[in-house]
T-cell receptor, first 113, second 116 residues
Framework: EAGVAQSPRYKIIEKRQSVAFWCNPI?????LYWYQQILGQGPKLLIQ????????DSQLPKDRFSAERLKGVDSTLKIQPAKLEDSAVYLC???????????FGQGTRLTVV | AQKITQTQPGMFVQEKEAVTLDCTYD???????LFWYKQPSSGEMIFLIY??????QNATEGRYSLNFQKARKSANLVISASQLGDSAMYFC?????????????FGQGTRLTINP
């Protein structure tokens, strides 16, 4: 079974630039999550999708972050404009149902300089 | 709102000893699930064990067991016979199972170091 795919693995950008991350969940998984993990901290949920609807985005900084999940499959997370404090690993995860175990991708390490 | 608290930032244990990693949680949901994940230095998140709030028995998976005390709202991870490869960050997480409470939230983690 193929796992959760994320790209790119690493990204370095200057502050005020924009960046986009892509996630392809495990086939058939209805629930998709984006987490931000700052070094030394636990993952913070940014947004959770159920199919292509949003279950929770209460911690998504909507003035600069946006996410979409087209046709209930792939998802993109965008930051525009980036700030220094956005430097983190962005983890995508998926689960078969909202109540199921989450499978994680390898993450995208973002450095904002 | 759901909240997970892990009070041990770091733990140091001798190889072959058992170790308990603490996790307490807070939720108003009556039905919920508790998870433990391991994150080695490579960064991947590895699922270890799951406990449902209505499960009568504590969950076990090989060397991992979950000491679930519902009244105390604690879900401690026990690793028996620790190995050098167990050195990693460990995260406790929970999710409500009722409609509208299904977001998966994580604690701050405990860094476990196994000494030879």
């Amino acid at each position: 079974e193929a796992g959760v795919a994320q790209s790119p693995r690493y990204k370095i950008i200057e502050k005020r630039q924009s960046v986009a991350f892509w996630c392809n969940p495990i086939s058939g998984h209805a629930t998709l999550y984006w987490y931000q993990q700052i070094l030394g901290q636990g993952p913070k949920l940014l947004i959770q999708f159920q199919n292509n609807g949003v279950v929770d985005d209460s911690q998504l900084p909507k003035d600069r972050f946006s996410a979409e999940r087209l046709k209930g499959v792939d998802s993109t997370l965008k930051i525009q404009p980036a700030k220094l404090e956005d430097s983190a690993v962005y983890l995508c995860a998926s689960s078969l149902a909202a109540s199921g175990r989450a499978f994680f991708g390898q993450g995208t390490r973002l450095t904002v300089v | 709102a759901q909240k997970i608290t892990q009070t041990q930032p770091g733990m140091f244990v001798q190889e072959k000893e058992a170790v308990t990693l603490d996790c307490t949680y807070d939720t108003s949901d009556q039905s919920y699930g508790l998870f433990w994940y391991k994150q080695p230095s490579s960064g991947e998140m590895i699922f270890l064990i799951y406990q449902g709030s209505y499960d009568e028995q504590n969950a076990t998976e090989g060397r991992y067991s979950l000491n679930f005390q519902k009244a105390r709202k604690s879900a401690n991870l026990v690793i028996s016979a620790s190995q050098l490869g167990d050195s990693a960050m460990y995260f406790c997480a929970m999710r409500g199972l009722s409609q509208g409470a299904q977001k998966l939230v994580f604690g701050q983690g405990t860094r476990l170091t196994i000494n030879p």
